[in-house]
């Protein structure tokens, strides 16, 4: 049950800051996370644990936890890893997709299509999917360290979008990138994976987050 909780406590809390309803620097506060978040103090604080080992959450010793702080050139330089990396990534996949991965992320799409209309503006739903999908490239790419180092740079550049009000796109937008990218990994094409990839990634973040800085909170658009 602990896990369970430790678990939920994780994905609420990660949620928050990568949307930041939680913004930049503000101290997170034990009691009031308790009763938000619905667990007991062990299952909180495995949760910050796993957060600040992401890099979302910092210590602020004897005053607890905060949400990591960040400038505007760290948020860019963050973007521009996570890119490169993903690139790299979607290549390998398409060099080394198993029949299983494939069935995989044919089932992934058949669900998008399914979730789809019931789930517009539903901001939760869009960054889960988003998030699975990547996740499932990076697990065709056969990559353990991959997968490992991806969650932690995903939350990381999401919430570099909505500290610096960046409009974001949304899965129905994305549908058609998807598609092309599970085709070039079906057919192991690097290069059209990578090229994919990176037509996803690349959506001006880089210079917008450097021109107009943290802002608070992002709205979605």
Known sequence: MSK??????????????MLAELPPNSLLDEKTLLASLDCGRTPLREAILRLAQEGLVTS??????????????????????RREMECFIAGLAAERRTPEDMERLDAFLAKVQSEMESSEGDVTWELAIDEEFHGLVARASGNKFAQR??????????????????PITFVREELDTYRQLIDAIRMYDAAAARAAMAAHLTVSPIKAIAQKGLRGKAKVS
């Open 4 to 17: 369970r909780k430790s678990d939920e406590a994780y994905g609420e809390l990660r949620r928050r800051i």
């Open 60 to 81: 602020m010793g004897r005053r607890g936890y905060a949400v990591a702080g960040a400038t505007p050139e760290d948020l860019q330089r963050g973007y521009e890893l």
């Open 149 to 166: 180092y991806l969650a932690s740079l995903y939350g990381l550049s999401v919430r570099s979008l909505y500290v610096s009000q960046v």
